[in-house]
Nanobody, 123 residues
């Protein structure tokens, strides 16, 4: 059974940094595209960043390029999202995801979702 558990969210001032972690189990990173989505109040979920475990390809939504970095540690079965230069518009619930079909950086969808972690950026 695929399981995804996020941690690391919190309240930070604009310009600050946070690192999200996602502890996973039930699958191999080598066979999946793993990533991060977010959902702000009143808005649809959107793909933030992804990494294809099969070839290392990464992808980012335009508004976070240069500020966010996705990485993974397959030995620890953990996915990370380093978020720098945070802005109030980054405020959202962030979800860790896994999928076998998603084209990282091209299409954004996922079969498996964590429960989410809240990130709040104050101005």
């Amino acid at each position: 059974e695929v399981q995804l558990v996020e941690s690391g969210g919190g309240l930070v001032q604009a310009g600050g940094s946070l690192r999200l972690s996602c502890t996973t189990s039930g699958f191999s990173f080598d066979d999946y595209v793993i990533g991060w989505f977010r959902q702000a109040p009143g808005k649809e979920r959107e793909g933030v960043a992804c990494i294809d475990g099969r070839d290392g390809t990464t992808g980012y939504m335009n508004s976070v390029k240069g500020r966010f970095t996705i990485s993974s540690d397959s030995a620890k079965n953990t996915l990370y999202l380093q978020m720098n230069s945070l802005k109030p518009e980054d405020t959202a619930v962030y979800y860790c995801t896994a999928d076998t079909i998603m084209l990282c950086g091209v299409t954004w969808y996922a079969d498996y979702w964590g429960q989410g972690t809240q990130v709040t950026v104050s101005s």
